[in-house]
Structure formats: C-alpha cells, structure tokens
C-alpha cells in the first residue's frame, strides 16, 4: 500500500525541482532560470520537539528538505559583488538606451575561480532584462511567438566560450543559444550570427570562460578578433574570466588615462575578418574585479562577518545558535579554511551541514568541519589551465581548546580522618 500523508500535513515534496536543472546556455533555459531565482522555499524552522512530534516519514522529509535548504542558499551580495553588479546593470542600461549605431563599451568580469563571477553577471543581466522586458511591454504589447511567425525576444544571450575555441566553434556556441541551425563555413557562420543577434534583438552578449584562448595559437588569436567583432552589432559585450590580466587576452590593448577604459585597437585581419571590421572603430572595455574575501583590515574582517552571518541566518540545524560562525574561533578557522573564496565557503558550509544532520551534532563547529573535505563536485567541463579549479587550502587544523588548569591539591594535614584511636589522657 502506497503511504499516503495524512490530510493535515500538506504538500510533501514542495522543495524538489520538476526536470533537469535550466541550461542558460540556451534561451529557453535561461527564461525559465530567469523566472524561478530567488524563488527557492527554505524549509521552515523547527523545534526539536516539534521535530520529534512529526511521524518518522515527516522527519525524514523534513531533513531532505533542510538538505535542500542548505545546497540551496541564495546568492548573497558583498562589496565586490555590488560593484560588479552595479557597474554592469548601468552599462547595459546605458549602451540599451543608445539609438545611434556603433561600438557598445563592454565589461570584463575578472576574478579567480569559484568566486561567483558567473553567478554575480548571470543575476546582474537577469535584472537588467526583468526591467528591459517590462519597458518593452510597454512600448509594444507582448503578442503569442508561434515558431515561423516572429523572432523570439531575447534581450540577453549567455554562452561558454569552447575549451577547444576555434571561430567557428564560438559561431555555433552563440547559434546554439538561439536554437538556429549552423551554416557550413565560417562566413556563413559569422552571417547567422549577426542576423540572429539583431532578429531577436540581442542587447547583452555575456560570453563566459573567456580566459579558455591560449593566444599562442592562431585559431585562439582569430577567435579573440571575432569576439571583439561583435561589439559591431550593437550589442554590449560582457566577457568573463580567470585572471584576465596575466591571461594574455589584453596584449595589443592599453589603458586610456582619461578614462581609464582599455582600449583594444582594430582587429587585424585573419580568419574571423568581415565587412564589420573596416570601421576601424576602437573597442573599449571596463574591467572589474571580483575578489575575495580579505582578513587583514577591519573592513574586510567586518564584510567576512557579515556575509557569515547572512549564511548562518539560512542554516536549518536544531543545535545552531546566534554567533555560531561568527564568533570566537570559527570565522579565522573559516577564512583559513577557504582564503575567503565564496564558491569554497559555500561548498564547505554545505558538507557540513550534511555530516551536521548525519551525525546528529545538528551544528557547526570547528572540530567537526575538519573532518568535512571540500569537494567541488564535477569538474569536467572546467578547465584547470584557465585557473579555473582555485588551490583548497589542506591540512588546516581546528583551533586548539585551551586546556583546563589542574586545581592545586588541597592540605589534607589536619583533616579528622577517623581511623585513629583517640589520645591517652
């Protein structure tokens, strides 16, 4: 008999995706990505005895459902991150709200791995075209996109850039997003591409990965020309990487002192050329950096806290309690533990959750996430090269207990033990 939940205990599973995750490499993906972040449900909070009530198949859910909630944790903004997402918002709205033809400025998200650059850009451009979208309603009602009738809508593309990048492999990644079919050769490649950013109205192009080129080949060199081509179709082009300084993407590109911006001059002429290209049109990018966590000055100790204090505030543990990750040795062991790289700390946090709940601790402490390995989980389709799997701090002990000080042995001299015979008179 299948163990149906009584009437009053409401639906079971609210928390678990329906499919596969969304592939925001493809428009339809990132719609669908689009319209559910931030709308994860946390398990709610509990008592251990309102715990203990629930019948074993409850507490069992319960406890998937705090799993969830765990691996689950919403993106929190820090100081770097709301620099990098102000700064781009602002671009993108600006360069959308251009009506001359041109070269859009663009924006290079950098930052070492596993230190939310993805997910900070990604969050930035979806907010761009919540608003983006919403004035377009208003300018031209939203009528049915029946395949073959109307372009589909899509004011932001997001793709990878290929471990193994070639112009035309780039060509097929950005067609891919779209769902159009591939021309043979490169030039019918490039074509498709430029139709099918302005047929669907493409203002932001966030191409990820970009740290992937190795220059010293002559594909990755006719590639970074093609990537910087398509700032010809205004669109605002967002480039995101490992270490883009010391990556040699910006050899032939200097900094302009009044603005700051760098300035890549014309492509040359390869492979990747087109019409596009003789504009001779400077390309001019802002970069911004993504960093870590610092622990040497007060604001950076201050801006660890608070972030650890906004993960804790989400935990679902019955023992946890107010300062459990901010207070006394738990936030250095921390940062120790992660250098203060917010993808590690993330995925740290999580395993201990897990082996919190396994265990039965039901809290966080530093003897118990030295037990806790961070594993970054599949790392196939990430490229170690590039810089982007960062080094996990290993063998960092938990904070020694200090030791109980041996209370001095009292004077036994004149204690009456009992067992004497008394005194001659």
């Not at 009053?8 to 719609?31: A, H, K, S, Y």
């Not at 990820?208 to 093609?226: F, K, P």
């Not at 395993?351 to 196939?380: F, Q, V």
């Amino acid at each position: 008999m299948t163990d149906q939940p009584a009437e009053n205990e409401g639906p079971i599973v609210p928390f678990l995706r329906i499919g596969p995750p969304p592939d925001r490499t493809r428009w339809e993906g990132w719609q669908q990505w689009r319209r559910i972040r931030d709308t994860f449900i946390p398990a709610p909070r509990l008592s251990l005895r309102q715990y203990t009530d629930l019948s074993p198949r409850r507490r069992g859910l319960h406890d998937l459902h705090r799993t969830a909630t765990h691996v689950n944790m919403r993106l929190q903004e820090t100081p770097m991150s709301m620099r990098v997402s102000g700064l781009m918002r602002g671009r993108l709205q600006n360069n959308a709200l251009k009506v001359e033809p041109g070269t859009r400025d663009g924006l290079m998200v950098n930052g070492g791995g596993f230190q939310g650059k993805t997910e900070t850009a990604c969050s930035a451009a979806a907010a761009f075209e919540d608003l983006w979208r919403a004035v377009q309603r208003q300018r031209l009602p939203e009528q049915p996109q029946d395949p073959g009738t109307r372009d589909v809508f899509v004011p932001v593309a997001y793709c990878r850039l290929p471990v193994r990048a070639t112009p035309k492999a780039l060509c097929k990644t950005i067609l891919d997003v779209y769902g159009d079919p591939h021309p043979n050769n490169l030039d019918g490649l490039i074509r498709s591409v430029r139709d099918a950013v302005r047929d669907h109205e493409t203002t932001a192009l966030l191409i990820d990965d970009v740290t992937r080129l190795r220059l010293h080949r002559g594909d990755d060199q006719d590639t970074l020309d093609l990537i910087r081509e398509l700032m010809d179709l205004n669109v605002t082009l967002v480039l995101i990487g490992v270490d883009i300084p010391h990556s040699g993407l910006l050899r032939g590109a200097y900094i302009d002192p009044r603005t700051k911006q760098w300035v890549f001059p014309d492509v040359k002429r390869g492979k990747s050329h087109n019409e596009a290209a003789s504009t001779q049109t400077e390309r001019r990018f802002d970069m911004v950096d993504l960093d870590p966590f610092g622990y040497t000055t007060p604001a950076g100790i201050s801006a660890f806290l608070d972030h650890l204090a906004g993960i804790e505030e989400q935990l679902r543990l019955f023992r946890s309690f107010d300062g459990m990750l901010t207070t006394g040795e738990m936030p250095e062991y921390l940062f120790r533990r992660t250098h203060g790289i917010v993808g590690l700390l993330r995925r740290l946090v999580e395993d201990g959750c897990t082996e919190a709940i396994t265990s039965g601790e039901e809290r966080l402490t530093p003897e118990l996430l030295a037990r806790t390995s961070i594993r970054l989980g599949n790392l196939a389709d990430l490229d170690p090269d590039a810089g982007e799997i960062p080094e996990i701090p290993q063998d960092i002990k938990p904070p020694q207990q200090p030791q109980k000080k041996s209370k001095r042995p009292r004077n036994t001299v004149f204690d009456d033990r009992g067992d004497r015979p008394a005194a001659d008179g």
